[in-house]
């Protein structure tokens, strides 16, 4: 069974068009923004199109699994 490792942070920069992501609700949302400078990972349209849910947790998964971070127990 997989056991996750703490880090101390993972950013993660879903850099996209705000209209590409489905998001209601939140305050505030349309106020400037400044993309990060040094994410861990970056998540980016493919072709255009915003990748499937699934796709974005698989490049988290992958990352947290290559640095460590998800080890068998």
Known sequence: MPCYVAP???QVFMNMPLEMCE???FTDIDDPYEPPLN???EIQQKDGDCP???AMAGEVVFYLEDKGYLQDH
């Open 8 to 10: 101390l942070h993972v």
């Open 23 to 25: 998001v209601v609700g």
């Open 39 to 41: 994410c861990e990972i």
């Open 52 to 54: 499937t849910p699934g």
